[in-house]
Structures are given as C-alpha cells and as structure tokens.
C-alpha cells in the first residue's frame, strides 16, 4: 500500500487530532512558523514521497493567515514529491461571496477555488458549504458533508414535546427542509430583510409555531443577529422553546452579546471552528469522526456518498 498522511495548519489543531484519534494515525510533522513581518515559513518534518497527503485547515478567522498556510503547506508538500493532497477544510472561507450581488464586486469563492487549485491540491473534502454550487467552481473533486448527520440524533435524542423545524431565510429553505424530512417534521421559514452586511431584520413568520418546540437550522452562525431575532419573533408568536442548530460557529462582532439576551435556548454546533468563549447555552458537537471516515474512505476508493 503506497500509505497516507495526515498534516494540519494551526487553526483548529484541537479539530485534527481528533480526527487523526479517529484513524489511530499521528499527526505528520511540519514546522509552521512567522517571519517578523507575518510571511508564513514551513518545512515538512518528514518524508512524503508517494504518499497521498490530508491537510487539516478551516480557513476560519484569522481567514487570510489559516487561507495562506494551507497554500502554502501545499506547496511545500506537492513539492515533496507528494503523490495526491487533499484539503480537508471543514469551514470554508469567503464562501459568502459566491455571486455578484452587486455591480464592481469580487466572487471571492471562486478565487479562493482557483488558489487552492493552482496550489496544487487534488481534492477538497468541506462541511456545509454556504451555497452548495460552490462545488462548481472546482475543476477537481469536492465532498461536501453534512452536519445534519450529528444534528438529526442529537435532536431525536432531546425527546422535544412538539418539535417543528425552522429555516431563518428563505435561502436556507433546502437545508432546513432536508433536516424536517430527516426527522419527520414540518417547517415555517422567517421572511426578513438585510438591510446591509451582518445586519438583518426579521419580518414575519411564514407559518404557525404557538405552542412549539421551534429547531433552527443554518449553515453558520456569525454575529448571531439574524438568528437571536428569528428566536425573539418565534417567542413573541407563542413558541416555547427555540433552538439554533448551526454547523459553523464564527461568532464574530457582537455575538457573544446577543446570545446573552436569552432568546435562544440552546445553539448547538460543530466544532470545524473553535470556539473563541464558550457560553452555558452553547453545546459542541464534534464531526471529526465524520471527517476521518471520508478520509479513510477516500483513501480505500470507498464510497462517500453511502455515509449519508
């Protein structure tokens, strides 16, 4: 067997030992260190040579460091004689930008694709891409995992009374309807309108949740404004419990602030990012044995597809 190896930048490190705990594989050694001015050095403390490499790096905040260590632990890599690199990133960056939503604006996740590429990476393994046409703007392999896997047993677990499941846009209608058809559930959807960048107000409720036990579902969670406000209408509107199931918890701005207001009961996530401060209502719930299954059976020429 030409053997496997797993590298990891220093963004979720915590994150990538679970997963190598999962293959009982250490984690390969790489010196990733920064020059006074910030440039990024890394030497691969190891041989490489024919062996198919996984590099575990979310490409959360800092994004532009976590983006540019993995480009260039690639590199360092493809120039090893490496003979496949795939990049296991369980939160992808800038995947937010996926459109022209305005004139003289960048689709940023199309560039960041085109990096990794050029870079030299064969295959990327994600969770919960923003837009799940981001797989699109890859000429190579993409696996696009689904953290409603560890959310549906979760939620069966907690025995809710009368639980309803809830998208807090309209552009999260697919993933929430996914998850309701999991759990044979039925939904309601929050119309509200952004006004700018990380704000947003809810409007109204497109549905009936007097007396329900309501389950949120999103891909992330940011500065949590979109989802505090969507909990505070579900209560105005006779709700009796709301829950937010968020696979991404960047958290970022006022976060932290809003999920202290005590509209959300509980908000349950992954940990493809770490958490910057963790909060009692906060519940993590790990995927890196998911993540290290696909590694394994991306290894073997396994289907990944049956996981789901």
Partial sequence: MRGYKVFSGTANVDFAKRVSQYLSLPISEASIKSF???????????????KDVFVVQPTCAPANHNLMELLILTDALKRSSASSITAVVPYFGYARQDRKAAPRVPITAKLVANMMQTAGIDRVVTMDLHAGQIQGFFDIPVDNLYGSIVF?????????????????????????????????????????????????EVMNVIGDVNGKDVILVD????????????????????ATSVMAFCTHPVLSGAAYENLHMGYLDELVVTDTIPLKQELECIKVLSVAPLFGETIRRIYHNESVNSLF
């Fill in 219 to 238: 891909d992330m969670i940011d500065t949590a404004g979109t989802i505090v406000k969507a909990a505070k209408t579900f209560k105005e509107k006779g």
């Fill in 36 to 50: 006074s001015d910030g440039e990024i050095s890394v030497q691969v403390g190891e041989s490489v040579r024919g």
């Fill in 152 to 200: 549906t047993d979760y939620v069966k677990a907690k025995h809710l009374p009368n639980p309803i499941v809830a998208s807090p846009d309209v552009g999260g209608v697919a993933r929430a309807r996914a998850l309701a058809k999991n759990l044979g559930l039925d939904m309601v959807i929050v119309d509200k309108r952004r006004e700018k960048a990380n704000e947003s």
